[in-house]
T-cell receptor
Framework: KNQVEQSPQSLIILEGKNCTLQ??????????LRWYKQDTGRGPVSLTIMTFSENTKSNGRYTATLDADTKQSSLHITASQLSDSASYICVVRAGIGGGNKLTFGTGTQLKVEL | NAGVTQTPKFQVLKTGQSMTLQCAQD?????MYWYRQDPGMGLRLIYY???????DKGEVPNGYNVSRLNKREFSLRLESAAPSQTSVYFC?????????????FGEGSRLTVL
């Protein structure tokens, strides 16, 4: 069964600090992996997509990494801001052989405090 | 740009009542989806429509029906609401088929069944 596990479940950091969120998956065959940000009371919004050949991709203060061999991804947030407080969801898409289906992680709840 | 619009945003039902959640997108996307989000669980797919005129069951379709009214609109109906259907419902759309497929989500509809 395809699974996506995220850690930690929740995290509290001080404004200006860095943090790293983890995503481990057992989706096969792998097509791509997306990180979504979900603000409280809003729908998820895509931050970045990682395909099989990509190791690192940045979007402003967000940097995602992918290790396809170990089936792990991370999302690093640099110089956190209060507006980074949100749930971060890892979503893995299976390839055509896996029905092109999406498997969602349960998210990491990040709170940035003053 | 409106993106994906869901109505209503909040609804309280009694057990056994029926209701329809409406969703419309203005991005000319072919694919549309209905998800539910419950605490501690990842987003779960209820139904999806890969293109106008087609609908398919997702992971948790029991107790729901859908209608792809046209390319823009995709509605979700609860015929006889149960407390287990208390959840936040998200509509999403995607413009790419078997490709990278970014999902664009609505703001969510918060449903409570008493």
């Amino acid at each position: 069964k395809n699974q996506v596990e995220q850690s930690p479940q929740s995290l509290i950091i001080l404004e200006g600090k860095n943090c790293t969120l983890q995503c481990n998956y057992t989706v096969s065959p792998f097509s791509n992996l997306r990180w979504y940000k979900q603000d409280t009371g809003r729908g998820p919004v895509s931050l970045t997509i990682m395909t099989f050949s990509e190791n690192t991709k940045s979007n402003g203060r967000y940097t995602a990494t992918l290790d396809a061999d170990t089936k792990q991804s991370s999302l690093h947030i640099t110089a956190s801001q209060l507006s980074d407080s949100a749930s971060y969801i890892c979503v893995v898409r299976a390839g055509i052989g896996g029905g092109n289906k999406l498997t969602f992680g349960t998210g990491t709840q990040l709170k940035v405090e003053l | 740009n409106a993106g994906v619009t869901q109505t209503p945003k909040f609804q309280v039902l009694k057990t056994g009542q029926s209701m329809t959640l409406q969703c419309a997108q203005d991005m000319n996307h072919n694919s549309m989806y209905w998800y539910r989000q419950d605490p501690g669980m990842g987003l779960r797919l209820i139904y999806y429509s890969a293109s106008e005129g087609t609908t398919d069951k997702g992971e948790v379709p029991n107790g729901y029906n859908v209608s792809r009214l046209n390319k823009r609109e995709f509605s979700l109906r609860l015929e006889s609401a149960a407390p287990s259907q208390t959840s936040v419902y998200f509509c999403a759309s995607s413009g790419q088929g078997a490709g990278t497929g970014e999902l664009f989500f609505g703001e969510g509809s918060r449903l409570t069944v008493l």
